[in-house]
């Protein structure tokens, strides 16, 4: 990209200001990738609806003119939209220095109507190009929203208020593209997994007659934590089915031959987690999951943890509580907030007390409502003068200082994790907070609860949290209570079976998972729950181990170790 670009803007607007405002730069050999298979005549026009720092008019212009269209018209040919005004400034400037020429709106997006809309200064385009800005919903909010979400609404798709930016300014910036025309969008990969872009989802399949998604194993900005899909889309009237295109990085664009795509077929509802898989590994995940598996909530439904709404007050170490003077029901014993010290298959009345004599935040502060007692009140004086009650959940509850305890589950779940999702044996019967989901048993399922907690530990479980979680920056793997609940687990017959071969070893691999040896817990979980009790055989087995790897893989962007 130009030089110009970067002296300019870059260096002139910090990081911080720009991941505020969702940009994020684009490696050329991305836009030129995206502009050569968007633009196919010299007379194509060519919008980019979020120009930013001129990547794609850039890329645009050069398309153009390698085709033969004569630069005079490309303030005819070539639109781009922005409102940050120094990122204008700067595009024209590269494009001038490279003697291209584009029309440029210092607007916001969404207050340019669509050209079947009265007002618009646009025509209707051969080619979108571009890179949306991504900035998620907690700042994507009030006024701004409110116009996306109705410019959205205005093309056929109602977004929920979970909505990052980008999914209303691909949808909106669709309506000024010609009905048989292209799409190339650089969008967050979280597009394939989150539930609120389930709408965008339906929609590409809807709209395009074909669809073809580019997968990279690498992380493609150097400024960003988010994992990016190139989506290209044309024609209109809808698809049954994408094509599904993987490679290591941007420089592997350049030797691309569609014609090595996977044609698939992705779910009319729900995430797309699973097109990461080959069809033949997806099919043999779903029939075993099928076949064999139940829901989670089979067992018991997830639970939310407490929130205090200040957990640096509401959770006391040991010495805390001593100072204080706090005793009985004044405080209730807790599992730390936080996972790590979750190390095993149980936290047990050891490992409370351990956590305890080091340290840890053990005690919730849990006093009656009408306890006057001189430890509670100095708690709560202290509490006040740092501000803790005027927190939104200490505002909207009376007593602020008494938090809704959760009563102890039976198992803990770690729904934030690198590598998987584990459920914990609550044998310490504490309570929680958000910090972790918890698990309250059905009645009468036996040995549930000292099963579960090794028995999860199989390639299916494993494999299904990748497909139904949310994969967030830095590889986070994150389940909410409803991905939770349909977690595929063992039924209980096959459960009962397994765990009666394995009971015996269990404080062996107890000691492995704390000493941090998991992977072999799950082959050895693997062996007696899917080939020996289930009946599947080895090379399937390791088939689906192996794809649990590598979407957990390509979730925390490493390369397969073998």
């Known amino acids: 990209m130009g030089k110009l670009t970067v002296s300019v803007d870059r260096e002139t607007e910090g990081p911080s200001k720009r991941k505020a405002r969702g940009a994020f730069f684009t490696p050329e050999t991305i836009a030129d990738f995206l502009a ?152 967050p990969a979280e597009l394939l997994t989150v539930h609120y872009a389930k709408p965008v989802r339906r929609w590409l399949r809807q709209r395009f007659s074909g669809v073809t998604l580019v997968m990279f194993d690498r992380l493609q900005f150097a400024d960003a934590l988010e994992k990016v899909v190139l989506v290209l889309a044309h024609g209109s009237g809808g698809c049954e089915s994408f094509n599904l295109v993987y490679i290591n990085d941007a420089d592997d664009l350049a030797d691309l031959q569609f014609g090595d795509a996977t044609t698939v077929m992705p779910a009319s509802e729900g995430k797309w987690t699973d097109l990461l898989l080959p069809l033949h590994e997806r099919r043999l995940f779903r029939s075993v999951a099928d076949e064999h598996f139940t829901r989670l909530e089979t067992f018991g439904s997830p639970l939310l943890g407490t929130v205090t709404g200040g957990n640096d007050f509401f959770a006391l170490s040991e010495p805390t509580r001593e100072h204080y003077g706090l005793e009985g029901d004044q405080v209730q014993p807790m599992c730390p907030p936080g996972t790590r010290h979750l190390q095993g298959l149980s936290f047990g009345k050891g490992d409370w007390n351990r956590l305890r004599d080091h340290g840890d935040r053990v005690w919730m502060f849990y006093p009656d409502a009408d306890d006057t007692s001189p430890g509670v009140k100095r708690y709560i004086k202290y509490g006040k003068a740092q501000g803790v009650d005027e927190a939104y959940k200490c505002q909207i509850r009376e007593p602020w200082w008494r938090p809704p305890r959760v009563a102890p589950p039976d198992l803990l779940f770690t729904y934030m994790s690198h590598h998987y999702p584990r459920l914990i044996a609550n044998a310490a019967g504490v309570t929680f907070v958000n910090s972790m989901h918890g698990i309250k048993l059905r009645p009468k399922l036996g040995v549930a609860k000292q099963a579960l907690p090794l028995l999860v530990l199989n390639s299916v479980t494993m494999l299904g949290a990748e497909v139904q979680g949310r994969s967030y920056g830095g590889g986070i793997l994150k389940m909410e209570p409803r991905e939770a609940a349909s977690l595929p687990v063992p039924n209980i017959e096959a459960l009962e079976k397994a765990w009666g071969c394995l009971k015996d070893e269990r404080q062996h691999w107890d000691t492995q998972l704390r000493k941090g040896v998991w992977v072999e817990v799950v082959k050895r979980v693997d062996q007696v729950l899917l080939h020996e009790i289930l009946g599947l055989d080895l090379d399937k087995v390791h088939q689906l181990h192996e794809s649990a790897r590598t979407l957990r893989e390509r979730r925390m962007g490493t390369s397969p170790t073998g």
Request: aromatic residues 6%; glycine residues 8%; proline residues 7%.
């Open 36 to 187: 050569t298979w968007a633009v196919r005549s010299p007379s194509s026009t060519v919008l980019d609806p979020t120009c930013g720092e001129a990547a794609f008019l850039l890329a645009g212009g050069r398309r153009l003119k390698a085709l033969g269209a004569d630069a005079s018209t490309f303030d005819r040919q070539v639109f781009g939209i922005d409102l940050h005004r120094p990122s204008l400034k700067a595009s024209m400037m590269v494009l001038k220095a490279e003697g291209l020429d584009a029309q440029l709106f210092p607007e916001n997006i969404f207050d340019i109507p669509t050209p079947d809309q009265l007002g618009c200064p646009l025509p209707l385009v051969d080619a979108v190009v571009g890179n949306p800005p991504f900035v998620r919903y907690q700042e994507h909010r009030g006024t701004e929203r409110h116009i996306s979400a109705q410019a959205a609404l205005r093309q056929g798709v109602r977004l929920s208020g979970l909505a990052s930016s980008w999914a209303s300014v691909v949808i909106h910036a669709a309506g000024f593209l010609q009905p048989e025309g292209r799409l190339a969008m650089v969008l």
